[in-house]
T-cell receptor, first 116, second 114 residues
């Protein structure tokens, strides 16, 4: 499968625990995005990487959230001290850098987080 | 920042009829408008997109129109089929530094009745 891959697909955690998700983008896509989607809503932007540089962060990304892309390939999203309000689908997307300001973003299947 | 509104939130059509979903956006700098289809439990998948240098784009049964002056764009699906049933999201992006992400609408749940 050469699409965007996310692991795990599902995560149930107790409130207060830390969780980490992984995203493997499409090979050679140098742009990587994290979005959060709650039931009945569209995806909301969290953060964006170009190669290993984190270039944009949403105000939704509180200090309990941290994302990395150390080698410009896969990325991790960590949530510390999880809260019930963090329960959502976390989607990763990647796109190639074509020189144009926008290029098609391909989404992964997401990690569904449930905080109990 | 950008604000994208989408209507209707639900839409039911008879198989073979057309479906139209409308979106408005607030940021005049937005210049890229993709539409995503998301089936239950699956990833959003791009079905069509349009850039601000064109007013209309068509791909088989799917078409998108853009009115930059009015800041609205629409998705048109003709000859609908049951497999078109899904949630459709519109989105907008300016691609400017600091705004490279997509802003999504709240989605339209389309049901095609056989």
């Amino acid at each position: 499968d050469t699409g965007v891959s996310q692991n795990p697909r599902h995560k149930i955690t107790k409130r207060g625990q830390n969780v980490t998700f992984r995203c493997d983008p499409i090979s050679e896509h140098n742009r990587l995005y994290w979005y959060r989607q709650t039931l009945g809503q569209g995806p909301e932007f969290l953060t964006y990487f170009q190669n290993e540089a984190q270039l944009e962060k949403s105000r939704l990304l509180s200090d309990r959230f941290s994302a990395e892309r150390p080698k410009g390939s896969f990325s991790t999203l960590e949530i510390q001290r999880t809260e019930q309000g963090d329960s959502a689908m976390y989607l990763c997307a990647s796109s190639p850098h074509t020189g144009a300001p926008n290029a098609e973003a391909f989404f992964g299947q997401g990690t569904r987080l449930t905080v109990v | 920042g950008e604000n994208v509104e989408q209507h209707p939130s639900t839409l039911s059509v008879q198989e073979g009829d057309s479906a139209v979903i409308k979106c408005t956006y607030s940021d005049s700098a937005s210049n890229y408008f993709p539409w995503y289809k998301q089936e239950l439990g699956k990833r959003p998948q791009l079905i069509i997109d349009i850039r601000s240098n064109v007013g209309e784009k068509k791909d088989q049964r799917i078409a998108v129109t853009l009115n930059k002056t009015a800041k609205h764009f629409s998705l048109h699906i003709t000859e609908t089929q049951p497999e078109d049933s899904a949630v459709y999201f519109c989105a907008a992006s300016s691609g400017l530094v600091g705004a490279n992400n997509l802003f999504f609408g709240t989605g339209t749940r389309l049901t095609v009745i056989p």
